[in-house]
């Protein structure tokens, strides 16, 4: 089995930072992808960070320059740190990995974390 366990989350104050964690683990072949989405209420999940494997990184338009992704992979983690943060801000963020299980080589799979509240507020 595979599970993306996410940590860092939190409430924060206007301007503050937080650093988001996603650690994959189980049966894992091999990691293409690793990023961070989020959702709010009514409306469509969507792109935050995103790095693959080889290190190309897309950002949103509304993080760029703010947000930074990054990876261990030897850990099979992946970091969102966010900077300058706005109320805007506050949804369920998502972690995401596109890989392949030990099980099943030569299929790729997403897989999603459980999600994981970050609120900005004063």
């Known amino acids: 089995q595979v599970q993306l366990v996410e940590s860092g989350g939190g409430l924060v104050q206007p301007g503050g930072s937080l650093r988001l964690s996603c650690a994959a683990s189980?049966?894992?072949?091999?990691?293409?992808?690793m990023g961070w989405y989020r959702q709010a209420p009514g409306k469509q999940r969507e792109l935050v960070a995103t790095?693959?494997?080889?290190?190309?990184?897309k950002y949103a338009d509304s993080v760029k320059g703010r947000f930074t992704i990054s990876r261990d992979n030897a850990k099979n983690t992946v970091y969102l740190e966010m900077n300058s943060l706005k109320p805007e801000d506050t949804t369920v963020y998502y972690c995401?990995?596109?890989?392949?299980?030990?099980?099943?080589?030569?299929?790729?799979?997403?897989?999603w974390g459980q999600g994981t509240q970050v609120t900005v507020s004063s």
């Open positions: 790095i693959t494997s080889i290190g190309d990184i």
């Open positions: 995401n990995a596109v890989l392949s299980m030990s099980c099943s080589p030569g299929i790729k799979n997403a897989r």
């Open positions: 189980g049966t894992i072949f091999s990691i293409y992808a």
